[in-house]
């Protein structure tokens, strides 16, 4: 994605999506605690499966609690990228809609000096004119 070419109403919807995306995921259900939660069971599951293997031998129960771990633990994983790569783009979108910002500053200064630097010189043109008579 080229952000540079987006319009500034994209820019500024999308900015809004993602906060409101970040701020209901940072809300105290979805903070780390549940999340590191989630991943520690399906660790604990995993290796319940694992010792489960040596002590009781090869049982449906084992692989069971193996596959639901590795499920908790992708889950963990692939919402944890997803809230990287949120984060890492609405970084990305601030900074865009921060130089635009900038640049529409650069030229609405530039466009003041030139305005100051056109009275000026039709001022002078009068003097000019006047001394002339």
């Given at each position: 994605m080229?952000?540079?070419?987006?319009?500034?109403e994209?820019?500024?919807s999308?900015?809004?999506?993602?906060?409101?995306w970040?701020l209901?995921?940072?809300?105290a259900?979805w903070s780390g605690?549940?999340?590191?939660l989630?991943?520690?069971m399906?660790?604990f599951?995993i290796?319940t499966g694992i010792?489960f293997f040596?002590?009781?031998?090869i049982?449906a129960?084992?692989?069971?609690?193996?596959?639901?771990?590795?499920?908790?633990?992708?889950?963990w994983y692939k919402?944890?990228q997803?809230r990287?790569?949120?984060?890492n783009?609405?970084?990305?979108?601030?900074e865009?809609?921060a130089?635009?910002?900038k640049?529409?500053?650069?030229?609405k200064?530039?466009?003041?000096v030139e305005?100051?630097?056109?009275?000026?010189?039709?001022e002078?043109v009068?003097?000019a004119?006047?001394?002339e008579?």
């Amino acid at each position: 994605m080229n952000i540079k070419q987006w319009p500034d109403e994209k820019l500024a919807s999308t900015r809004d999506e993602i906060d409101a995306w970040c701020l209901a995921h940072s809300k105290a259900t979805w903070s780390g605690r549940i999340a590191l939660l989630t991943a520690w069971m399906g660790a604990f599951a995993i290796s319940t499966g694992i010792v489960f293997f040596f002590f009781d031998g090869i049982t449906a129960m084992s692989f069971v609690l193996i596959a639901l771990g590795s499920v908790a633990c992708f889950v963990w994983y692939k919402t944890e990228q997803q809230r990287k790569l949120n984060n890492n783009f609405l970084k990305e979108i601030k900074e865009e809609i921060a130089r635009r910002a900038k640049k529409t500053e650069k030229v609405k200064k530039a466009e003041k000096v030139e305005k100051v630097e056109q009275k000026e010189e039709a001022e002078s043109v009068k003097e000019a004119e006047k001394v002339e008579y």
